[in-house]
């Protein structure tokens, strides 16, 4: 069933790549929403997977004929080609992306469209709550874990993000005429393919409040975030770290602008050594270890990309 523009309100959007049985968990979600079928669609962006996404979404949309899920494909490599495509394809007058590795808590559909139906929002967000399927490691403590899993729940009530946050990537919503008014993600950040680069929603909502836009938080808009057993390996951990380091980078636009951010972040890494001192006074070797390491790569990430290194 395929709704016309004036009869749709809301379009989800996914961007996946490579990773089909976890879209379809992600899908078996938002069918399973209470919403009524003609208030929404789903429009998943095959990023030029090469497993069997294209297989397994097909016999997913033949078990909800009645609901309207549809998946595009984007040639260009990259999140932020993959989410500008989605924006392109879909037809909802608001726009929500999640991620191929989350599920929509119960009721998210409605919680959305109850707040812009109230209120006349540009950009939201909703809680973040991390679901790790094998046991929390001893040493994830809040950096890491920010980084990692990006956990995202504030006080109770809808209010706007504070300053120093926005939404995180796997969930944020939009008035669609923010895109017309602002502009896209910016496809020169964001993840492409394995490269575990990011950078692209700062930029956005950057942009937004720049201009005057609130942020608004939605208490009951909420996705379990699954973090597998793969992000928690010394060698994702080090990729994404030093990912991190060099998006920082890339945002900037001016040497002068780069130089500033190097600086913070080598100031960031002197302060990192006193909650090391910290954590060893306590025992908790560990927590010491992999946050030295997660600032390390950080830093390093930076100078290289600062350096043209990569």
Excluded at 23 to 45: D, F, H, P, T, Y
Excluded at 266 to 289: C, D, E, H, I, Q
Aim: hydrophobic residues 35%.
């Amino acid at each position: 069933m395929i709704l016309k523009k004036s009869e749709m309100k809301l379009s989800i959007v996914i961007a996946t790549y490579n990773r089909s049985e976890r879209l379809i968990r992600c899908l078996e979600s938002v069918a399973g929403q209470s919403s009524k079928s003609s208030s929404w669609e789903c429009v998943v962006v095959n990023n030029n997977s090469s497993d069997d996404t294209e297989l397994k979404f097909k016999a997913f949309v033949e078990k909800y004929p009645h609901l309207d899920f549809k998946m595009v494909f984007c040639a260009k490599q990259g999140l932020s080609e993959a989410r500008n495509c989605g924006i392109d394809s879909s037809v909802g007058d608001y726009i929500a992306f999640i991620d191929d590795d989350e599920t929509l808590c119960d009721g998210y559909i409605a919680s959305v469209l109850d707040f812009f139906g109230r209120d006349a929002a540009f950009a939201a967000g909703g809680p973040v709550i991390a679901k790790y399927e094998h046991k929390r490691p001893s040493w994830l403590t809040k950096f890491p874990e920010k980084m990692i899993a990006n956990p995202i729940q504030l006080p109770s009530g809808t209010k706007t993000f504070p300053r120093n946050m926005i939404p995180a990537g796997g969930n944020m919503i939009f008035n669609r005429e923010v895109f017309t008014i602002y502009g896209k993600f910016n496809t020169s950040l964001g993840r492409n393919g394995e490269q575990l680069l990011g950078g692209e929603e700062t930029e956005m909502f950057s942009r937004i409040r720049n201009l005057g836009e609130r942020l608004y938080y939605i208490p009951k808009a909420a996705i379990y975030h699954h973090i597998s057993k793969d992000k928690l390996t010394l060698e994702y951990f080090d990729k994404l770290s030093y990912g991190v380091g060099v998006s920082k980078i890339l945002r900037c636009e001016s040497r002068a602008q780069q130089q500033r951010v190097l600086s913070e972040e080598r100031t960031k890494n002197r302060k990192a050594y006193l909650l090391a001192l910290a954590y060893l006074l306590t025992g908790s070797v560990k927590k010491m270890k992999m946050m030295l390491r997660m600032r390390s790569q950080i830093l390093r990430g930076a100078e290289d990309a600062k350096n043209g290194k990569v």
